[in-house]
C-alpha cells in the first residue's frame, strides 16, 4: 500500500470508535475484492495491531511489540521511536544506523518540529538514505519521536510519518486516561478505607470495650475478628480477590456490627457455593454492605433485616445486598452514582464501587440500585465468572 494511502486511513482512525474498527475486523469476509477495498481492511487491521501495546504507553516493551505494524502501515524499510530520553526500538534495514537514531530525534525533541535528515551511510546496499522524524505528544508535551527511514523522502512519507504520529499520540493519550482512571480508583478506594477508620473502628473499639469485664472471652473473639478486618481492609496488594475472601471479611464486619446492635440486626446469606472462586474487585461488596447496616439501622427504629444473596447465573455470578431501612431519594441516587453527591460515606462507597464495576467489565456492568425513600434499598452486583485480566491475586 502507498504511504500516503496508509496515512489518510490511519488518520480517520484517530476518531473511529473502537465498536465501529470492531466491527469492520469481524466483517473481513463480507469485505469486497476491490484493491481499494482491501487496503482499506489491512491498514485497518495493521493499526488494531499496532494499538494494544501502545495503550501501555510510551516503553521499550509496547515499542518494541508495536514497531513492525507500524513499519509497515508507513510503508518504510525501517523506523525508530524515541522517548525523551533514549532509543526505544529500532526496527527494520540498515541496522547500523540505530546506533545514531536517538541523535537524528534531537532536533526533534527539542523544538517539536518534523525534520528531514539526510544520512550518509558508506553501506551501497542500504536501503536508507533519508529519515523524516516527527514528534509524538501527549497533552501537548513532547514525550518521545517517530523517525522513518527510507532510500528518499517524498512528500508522501512526510506526510503518511505525520500522520501515523498523531495516531501514535492519540493512543499515548488513551494510555494516559487509563493511567488518570486508575490512580483515581486507586486514590478512592485509599478513600474507602479511611472511611472504615473513623467510624467503624471508633464503634467497634467501644463495642469491645464493653465485653473486657463483663465476657472477657468474647472481647477477646471480637478484638480478633477487628484485627482480620482491618489486616484485609487495608492490605497493599491486589486489585482483585475472590468472593468468599470478600463475604469472609463482610461477615467479620458483621459479626462486630451484630455484637453493638445485638438483636436488633438480623442478617440473611444465601450464598450459592459454585461462585465462591470468583474474582471480584477488591473492597467491591463491602461499602454496600455498611451502606445497608447503616440506612437499616441508624435511620430506622426498631428491627433492622439485611440480606445478602451471591448465586450462579450462568457466565455470571449475581450478588444482591438488600435492606428493608429508610430508603434514598431516586434523585440522589441518580446524582450519588453520577458522582455529582459524594456527601456521607454512601456517597463515596456506592459511585466508587460502580465505577470500578464500569472500567473492568463495561459499562453493562454497573450497579443497579432499586430504592425509594421509605422502601428500603436493593443493590444488584453481576460479575462474568471469567474475564481477561482478572484473577484474584
Not at 62 to 75: D, N
Not at 119 to 139: K, N, S
Request: net charge negative; with cysteine.
Amino acid at each position: 500500500m502507498e504511504p500516503l494511502v496508509a496515512a489518510l486511513v490511519v488518520a480517520a482512525l484517530v476518531s473511529v470508535p473502537a465498536v465501529v474498527l470492531w466491527r469492520v475486523l469481524r466483517g473481513r469476509r463480507d469485505l469486497g475484492s476491490s484493491p481499494a477495498e482491501r487496503a482499506t481492511f489491512e491498514t485497518l487491521h495493521t493499526a488494531s495491531l499496532a494499538a494494544p501495546p501502545l495503550r501501555a504507553g510510551l516503553t521499550k516493551a509496547g515499542a518494541l511489540k508495536a514497531s513492525r505494524h507500524i513499519r509497515e502501515l508507513l510503508g518504510s524499510p525501517a523506523i525508530a521511536i524515541t522517548n525523551g530520553e533514549e532509543l526505544l526500538v529500532y526496527d527494520g534495514a540498515g541496522e547500523h544506523h540505530a546506533r545514531d537514531a536517538f541523535e537524528h530525534a534531537a532536533g526533534t525533541l527539542k523544538d517539536g518540529r518534523t525534520q528531514v535528515l539526510a544520512l550518509d551511510c558508506y553501506r551501497p546496499e542500504c536501503p536508507v538514505r533519508h529519515a523524516v522524524v516527527v514528534p509524538l505528544t501527549t497533552d501537548d508535551r513532547v514525550v518521545g519521536s517517530l523517525a522513518a527511514y527510507g532510500d528518499h523522502a517524498s512528500a508522501g512519507l512526510v506526510r503518511a510519518a505525520q500522520e501515523v504520529a498523531r495516531w501514535v499520540d492519540s493512543q499515548l493519550e488513551l494510555a494516559e486516561l487509563d493511567r488518570s482512571r486508575t490512580m483515581l480508583m486507586e486514590a478512592e478506594v485509599r478513600a474507602l478505607r479511611a472511611q472504615i477508620s473513623p467510624h467503624f473502628i471508633y464503634n467497634s473499639l467501644t463495642t469491645i470495650a464493653s465485653f473486657v469485664r463483663t465476657d472477657p472471652e468474647r472481647a477477646r473473639e471480637l478484638l480478633l475478628e477487628f484485627a482480620d478486618f482491618t489486616r484485609y481492609s487495608f492490605r497493599r496488594h491486589g486489585d482483585f480477590t475472590t468472593l468468599a475472601e470478600e463475604l469472609r471479611s463482610i461477615d467479620r464486619y458483621l459479626t462486630l456490627e451484630r455484637a453493638r446492635f445485638g438483636d436488633q440486626l438480623q442478617v440473611t446469606l444465601r450464598i450459592a457455593p459454585e461462585v465462591l472462586p470468583v474474582a471480584v474487585p477488591f473492597l467491591c461488596l463491602q461499602p454496600l454492605v455498611e451502606n445497608a447496616v447503616r440506612h437499616g439501622l441508624e435511620g430506622k427504629p426498631g428491627v433492622g433485616r439485611i440480606t445478602i444473596v451471591a448465586e450462579d447465573a450462568g457466565a455470571e455470578c449475581g450478588i444482591t445486598v438488600e435492606d428493608d431501612g429508610i430508603g434514598m431519594d431516586p434523585d440522589r441516587l441518580r446524582r450519588v452514582l453520577a458522582g455529582e453527591d459524594r456527601s456521607g460515606a454512601g456517597g463515596i462507597g456506592l459511585a466508587n464501587v460502580d465505577e470500578r464495576l464500569r472500567q473492568v467489565y463495561g459499562d453493562e456492568y454497573g450497579l443497579v440500585v432499586e430504592t425509594g425513600q421509605g422502601a428500603g434499598t436493593k443493590v444488584t452486583v453481576r460479575v462474568p465468572k471469567y474475564h481477561p485480566g482478572v484473577s484474584a491475586s
